[in-house]
């Protein structure tokens, strides 16, 4: 048997060795805080994320710097946790952060802090629009008359992909127009939509395959944000809607909601499987391409971004508008009341929304553009996506607005539990909205 | 002793408040403060979204609470959680205490190897877990698959994500419960074991009447501390596996004070959950302490 | 047929130990292979399970993704100053807790053993406040402090225990032999050496790893620490970078794993001792 240790010796080697850490550490501390250069006087920091776009404006971010002499820092802060950190920053008489990133979803909650400025302050909402802004784009971000960013960092759209092999088919033409009684065709509205992803998820109908008609992204991920675009907007075509923050009308149980709500369940029942799963961009992709087996997708409601990333060998995808409407994914820069900087913040702001920093933002990847004089800029408007985006977002088909309402996180995250028992059958359409009905009564009572 | 008389015992005193002062007063700044704010804050009701000043309200916020739908399932989550996965650490720690009791070769060794996933990072092995149960890219999930055909969600299926959570904190603290019980185990005098070897007694007895008993104390406070921490310390877990959901499926007490709190930004009802996780725990270990003393 | 029974019993205990042996490394394997993956392949299906080939590419990422070097510093300094603040302080207080009764040292034990019970999340608000307006917040100290609120009572608790065991005949020769109370303290601080060990590395560990707080106290890279950076990775948008998360993930544990076998010793030590 060895012999066994010393516990004292050991235990008084492990307290000098501590403290001797510990004197190194601080000393290594201490030489890298003075050693870091003096911070420069026009200074911003900017609550960030990642992106093409971001990469865009960080790459020409030193015309900014040289044309206004103002630094900017950028802090990369995850979608997920932008309410908490913004809140808390609001909370404090010194916040460590003079702008921020703001998503259209989470906008009603921070502005009703006080804590955001107006820039119709600073540029009247008559100059926006003679600019070249779409009104209906500011109508969407506006709350009670004042706007706090604009959506110059993105203006996500969602389209309707399908596949170009399968809708050209002739033995599935045929087939279609047997059952259905009209032409195969890329649906156009949300019955056509739900007829064509029915007929090509069940063999017996298409006599060929069992694909999956309808690829939906329905959770609550930075992947997409599911539901929250899916469902308030069908429930609004059809004639509901959630919550009406102005009227203070609780509308999730009416029977255009129910409607919606029994409309989306059919859809999700020709979508794939892990439709309520939390998915990742990697396997989106993956599906999307073709490359996970016993998989094929004969449609998708999906991003517009991810169009010129399938790599076009395996299946052949087109995008078409989007056949209902949706909601508003909108990114841009907000300034915050208690910097001490929104001067400067500002100018970042009017940089950043210019028609030369709009283009190049907008061709980073396919999405709304924010300015008319950029849509119709020859470089942006030869794009195949531009039309079919603007279609899908505002032109014709219109885009719902998100609940304007300070309490909209709650409201949403209730919603997403409601939605996923109505999909998973634990409760009918209508049980599920009326108990999402109590749960927002309770909600607006705080 | 001598020294000790007198008005010596008074400088006694002093000197023995002047040790304590230093750490009393930091305590009392970040852990008494906090907690009777918390409290106060329990008792009112303060919104940041839309914000509302702070006001008085009694126990509203907790009876509020008991009556919220949501906040009675997360209540469930958290003593489902308990109720499985303590018995669960429980045991396998008392199984591989009691197999390392035994003569094998390597021991010190093998037991650093299994005391491993309480040394890391809970944050960490939650990563690490979250990769494994990955629903397209885990081993998990892939291994399941082939051999057995069956592909759980274990993220994103309701009925399976708590088990997910629950497998994945008893790997961390398991061997916990095993060094514990190990260190009660080589605690026991091998005299013990002899004399009951005379009186004739089969293995199954000498762990019946020898074993459990002596290791008895040992076992109480490592359930109650268990018990506790499993009711108000799962946070770095869940938040990081999946954050309370698919709908709320593993919202557990702490994360859901946090989510009421900070995401919601509803203070009052925040620290009351907080407070009521405080009580729920109190009466667990008392009940744990009853009972240790009824047998 | 005793013996073939004892080679049974032999074969099963150690095929028991081999399952749980596999249990604990594999996770730990998968971990590691992934850190050293080439990023395309992490994302293969099927999972790739042997190590076919291997390179450094995702610890380089690392150091450009994040500032894994500041925050792994953070980590240090953090995790150092609240072994300083503990040990110094939560000592002294064990001390004079177990040494002299005075009036209120009974609530006050009883206030250390309660605070183990309290979630941290409830702490969480009002430190929150606290430090913004002590202009705390993503600074060190800030962080430290709020790690005070586990450390000092558990190294109080425990050094009690140990204290409580040493018996006070030497403190009271030394005091004989005409030191101040304060050598005094010192002599019986040197036989606590072990409880010293054992509180140093069990607050190391809770330190070290600890998540919440860093959560909600730091803000940018000059204070964040590892725990936190490593999961801000989970929220990025577009690909989850899985081979940087476990290749930070792997390096922030090597400490612990070289001193696994001090901490597995005294771990089960101090429970059992410390009642």
Request: glycine share 6%; charged share 15%.
């Amino acid at each position: 048997m060895r012999k066994m240790f010393n516990v004292k010796a050991i235990a008084k080697t492990l307290w000098i060795s501590i403290v001797v850490i510990v004197i190194v550490v601080a000393a290594v501390g201490v030489y890298i805080y003075t050693s870091q250069p003096a911070k420069p006087e026009r200074l911003i920091k900017i609550a960030w994320t990642e992106g093409p776009e971001f990469d865009f404006i960080a790459d020409h971010l030193d015309e900014f710097e040289d044309e206004t002499g103002i630094t900017v820092e950028f802090l990369t802060i995850p979608r997920a946790h932008i309410v908490e950190r913004l809140m808390l920053e609001m909370l404090s008489p010194t916040p460590s952060i003079d702008g921020s990133i703001v998503y259209v979803l989470e906008e009603p909650t921070l502005a009703a802090t006080g804590g955001l400025v107006n820039l119709y302050d600073y540029k009247p909402k008559s100059q926006w629009i003679s600019e070249g802004f779409y009104e209906s784009q500011l109508n969407i971000l506006e709350i009670n008359g004042e706007l706090y960013y604009v959506p110059s960092l993105w203006n996500g759209a969602l389209l309707l992909f399908y596949r170009t092999d399968l809708f050209a088919d002739a033995t599935l033409k045929a087939a279609f127009k047997a059952k259905y009684g009209y032409d195969l065709a890329v649906p156009s509205t949300p019955e056509k939509l739900l007829d064509a992803a029915q007929f090509f998820s069940k063999k017996e109908y298409n006599g060929k395959q069992d694909y999956i008609g309808i690829h939906l992204q329905l959770t609550t991920t930075e992947m997409g944000s599911g539901a929250y675009t899916i469902y308030p907007p069908l429930a609004a075509y059809y004639g509901g809607g959630i919550y009406n923050a102005t009227t203070g009308q609780i509308l999730c149980n009416s029977t255009g909601s129910v409607e919606a709500l029994e409309y989306l369940i059919d859809l999700k029942n020709c979508a794939q499987d892990s439709c309520l799963e939390d998915g990742t961009f990697e396997a989106e992709r993956a599906v999307m391409a073709g490359n996970v087996s016993g998989t094929e997708l004969a449609m998708a409601d999906q991003w517009s971004y991810m169009y010129p990333m399938l790599p076009d060998a395996t299946k052949p995808w087109n995008i078409s508008m989007r056949p209902f409407p949706q909601g508003p994914d909108m990114l841009g820069i907000a300034i915050l009341k208690n910097s001490p900087k929104k001067d400067y913040v500002w100018e970042f702001v009017r940089w950043t929304s210019s028609a030369e920093i709009v283009k190049g933002t907008t061709l980073a990847t396919p999405k709304a553009a924010c300015r008319s004089d950029v849509a119709d800029d020859p470089e942006v408007s030869s794009n195949y996506w531009v039309d079919k985006i603007l279609d899908s977002y505002g032109r014709v088909m219109p885009i719902t607005p998100v609940i304007k309402d300070a309490r909209s996180t709650e409201i949403y995250e209730k919603m997403m539990l409601r939605l996923g028992e109505a999909f998973t059958g634990s409760k009918t359409a209508k049980q599920a909205l009326d108990a999402l009905y109590e749960d927002i009564a309770t909600i607006v009572q705080y | 002793m001598r020294i000790f008389y007198g008005w010596h015992l008074k400088k006694e005193a002093m000197f023995g408040i002047l040790l304590v002062m230093p750490a009393f007063i930091i305590l009392a700044i970040v852990y008494l403060f906090p907690l009777v704010y918390d409290i106060d804050l329990s008792l009112s009701r303060w919104n940041l979204a839309p914000p509302s000043p702070k006001e008085f309200i009694g126990l509203k916020n907790y009876v509020d609470q008991f009556s919220d739908e949501t906040f009675q399932k997360v209540l469930y989550n958290s003593l489902f959680f308990t109720g499985v996965s303590v018995p669960c650490e429980f045991f396998l720690g008392l199984a591989l205490a009691l197999l390392l009791n035994k003569n094998i070769r390597g021991k010190s060794v093998i037991i650093t190897i299994l005391a491993l996933p309480m040394m890391i990072a809970p944050v960490i092995a939650a990563l690490t877990w979250r990769w494994i149960y990955d629903s397209n890219f885990g081993i998990l999930d892939f291994f399941l698959n082939q051999f057995f055909g069956i592909r759980p969600l274990w993220l994103s299926d309701p009925n399976i994500a708590m088990y997910s959570v629950i497998i994945a904190d008893v790997w961390i603290t398991a061997p916990f419960m095993m060094l514990i019980l190990y260190a009660g185990l080589q605690m026991i005098p091998t005299e013990r074991y002899e004399a009951a070897k005379v009186d004739g007694a089969s293995s199954w007895q000498m762990f019946r009447y020898v074993t459990l008993p002596s290791l008895k104390g040992v076992l109480i406070v490592a359930l109650m501390v268990r018990t506790n921490d499993a009711l108000t310390k799962l946070f770095d877990v869940v938040y990081v596996i999946t954050e309370g959901g698919p709908a709320y499926a593993t919202e557990v007490l702490p994360t859901y004070a946090y989510k009421v709190g900070l995401k919601f930004f509803r203070l009052g009802a925040g620290a009351a959950i907080s407070i009521i996780t405080l009580l729920i725990a109190a009466m667990m270990i008392v009940a744990i302490l009853r009972a240790s003393r009824g047998r | 047929m005793i013996r073939t029974k004892k080679f049974i019993n032999e074969t099963l205990l150690y095929l028991a130990v081999g399952v749980a042996l596999f249990s604990v490394l594999f996770p730990l394997y998968w971990m590691f292979s992934t850190s050293i993956k080439p990023p395309l392949k992490i994302f293969s299906i099927p999972p790739r399970l042997l190590i076919e080939e291997f390179t450094l590419e995702n610890y380089q990422r690392l150091f450009e993704v994040m500032p894994f070097l500041q925050n792994f510093l953070n980590s240090a300094i953090i995790t150092s100053g609240a072994l300083a603040l503990g040990l110094s302080l939560g000592s002294m207080a064990a001390y004079g807790l177990s040494r002299y009764q005075f009036s209120g040292s009974r609530y006050f034990l009883s206030f250390i053993v309660i605070s183990r019970m309290i979630t941290y999340v409830a702490f969480v608000i009002p430190i929150f406040l606290l430090e913004t307006n002590l202009n705390l917040i993503d600074t060190h100290l800030g962080v430290i402090l709020a790690h005070s609120i586990f450390v000092l009572p558990f190294i109080i608790w425990l050094m009690k225990s140990f204290f409580d065991e040493i018996p006070k005949a030497y403190e009271e020769a030394a005091l004989v032999d005409g030191c101040s109370r304060f050598r005094a303290m010192f002599v019986a601080m040197r036989l606590a050496l072990p409880g010293l060990g054992t509180a140093a590395i069990l607050t190391f560990l809770d330190s070290w790893n600890e998540f919440m707080f860093a959560l909600v106290i730091t803000r940018t890279s000059a204070s964040q620490t590892v725990p936190y950076a490593l999961v801000l990775q989970l929220t990025r948008p577009y690909q989850v970078p899985w081979g940087v998360i476990t290749a930070g993930s792997f390096l922030f544990t090597l400490p612990i794993f070289a001193l696994g076998y001090f901490i597995q010793k005294y771990v089960a030590k101090s429970f059992v001792l410390g009642r």
